[in-house]
């Protein structure tokens, strides 16, 4: 029993050191395999796809979406309290700067005044006749200087009341249309009652955002084209304000343009925007794929003379598929796209497509 299990773990042992030197049989048969013909250590060429750079003309083009929205808008809502007695309000019809659209009673106001104006009419009696006895020292300046003082007081109360009844009329802040009313005649409003909006459209302002890579090249007074989504009419606005913060969250800027409107432009409508920029008659344009990040820029592998290249690069413009090669490429040079992952610098590579 003894001698079965000497003879089962030298039969292992051999079994063992058969696999072994198959292994490295093997190995070195795929290491032979790996080296060129009559070149010992030498790498087989990596397949790679290849685009040859050339100048090209770019229309340097922003495409992006926004709304509409009105060039004057406001909310009527009353400053007071209190029961309306005139709604001078045509729903969607035009008005006209200081026209008086809503009336509020203002009948206790009214009547506060009409006291106010009567205290004040005897109180400039008081000082006539003041003045007079004081010029014959029939009065002392201190009684004088009283009445005078309550005058003033009076004056003031008067014009505290003139404001609160001005406060119970809403007018037009400017011209414009209109919108749907929310109360009627009668009805009894607050400080936070909705009654109306007002827009102004004879012009109308479109907002938009682009991507913050294009901060250093928005300029005001551009002009852009908008496309309503169901009119194919192209209209133009130009580009008054630009916010000086890019938007951390989105990493866009945004922007908002004037247009005049004829009738066609609605606040609140979707509309799809084209910002031309400065066109490129010698953009050098390369696919993205090319691009491999790096840790202080990007860099591209270029093909010459049978091997692989590193060129660092400095980007600009991205589209969809290309980007714009501002400086370590030339017309002529052939970029490798595909196969980055057997690449080093100066490994050979074989061009298949």
Partial sequence: MKSLKILAAIAAVVVLFAAIKFFFITSGSAGKGAKGPGKPGAMMPTAVNVFVAASQEMTNDVYTTGSIIANEEVVLMPEISGKVVKLNINEGGAVKRGQLLVKINDSDFQAQLKKLELQAAITKEKIDRLKQLLAVSG????????????????????????????????????????????ISTGSFVTNTTRIATVQQLDKVKIDFSVPERYFNVMRKNSVIDFTLSDNSTVF?????????????????????????????????AFVKVVLPLRDISDAIMIPTQAIIPILKGKKVFLYKGGKAREAEVETGIRTD?????????????????????????????????
């Fill in 139 to 182: 009065a002392s300046q201190e009684e004088y200087d009283v009445m005078v003082n309550l005058a003033r007081t009076v004056d003031t109360d008067i014009e505290f009341v003139r404001s609160q009844i001005a406060k119970t009329e809403i007018r037009a802040p400017f011209d414009g249309v209109v919108g749907l009313k929310y």
């Fill in 236 to 268: 133009h606005a130009r580009v008054y304000a630009i916010e000086p913060k890019i938007d951390p969250t989105t990493r866009t800027i945004q922007l908002r343009a004037l247009a005049v409107n004829h009738g066609m432009l609605y606040p609140g």
């Fill in 321 to 353: 598929e290309s980007i714009q090669i501002i400086s370590g490429i030339s017309p002529g040079d052939s970029v490798i796209t595909t196969g980055f992952v057997q690449l080093i610098n100066d490994s050979p590579v074989r061009v298949i497509r």
